[in-house]
Nanobody, 122 residues
Framework: VQLVESGGGLVQNGGSLRLSCTAS????????MGWFRQAPGKEREFVGA????????YYADSVRGRFTISRDNAKNTGYLQMNSLKPEDTAVYYC????????????????WGQGTLVTVSS
């Protein structure tokens, strides 16, 4: 599976962005899709994940209520809708595809995108 993120950019404090993750190769719909981010000088951290059929989502406490993950398997694409963005959300955002129990566990994701930069100005 090859993953490509898009939709990053510069946004003001309180603004919104939607990231997309488009997959090619093997069947995207059979994988858990996760979103992670890495801020400058910090370790990569879990943002959220969605099961293969979109039935269940998981979020980090820091983004719950502001971010929404969804997917359209017919389009081989996943989404991360980010609202009420804060300067501390500034990071490179990565999507990943993993096995059925991947969720929060970075090491359980087999495929990663190259990342897209989100910058939230204050």
């Amino acid at each position: 599976v090859q993953l490509v993120e898009s939709g990053g950019g510069l946004v003001q404090n309180g603004g919104s962005l939607r990231l997309s993750c488009t997959a090619s190769g093997r069947t995207f719909g059979s994988y858990v899709m996760g979103w992670f981010r890495q801020a400058p000088g910090k370790e990569r951290e879990f943002v959220g994940a969605i099961t293969w059929n979109g039935g269940t989502t998981y979020y980090a406490d820091s983004v719950r209520g502001r971010f929404t993950i969804s997917r359209d398997n017919a389009k081989n694409t996943g989404y991360l809708q980010m609202n009420s963005l804060k300067p501390e959300d500034t990071a490179v955002y990565y999507c990943a595809a993993g096995g059925p129990y991947a969720f929060h566990s970075m090491e359980r994701y087999n495929y990663w995108g190259q990342g897209t930069l989100v910058t939230v100005s204050s």
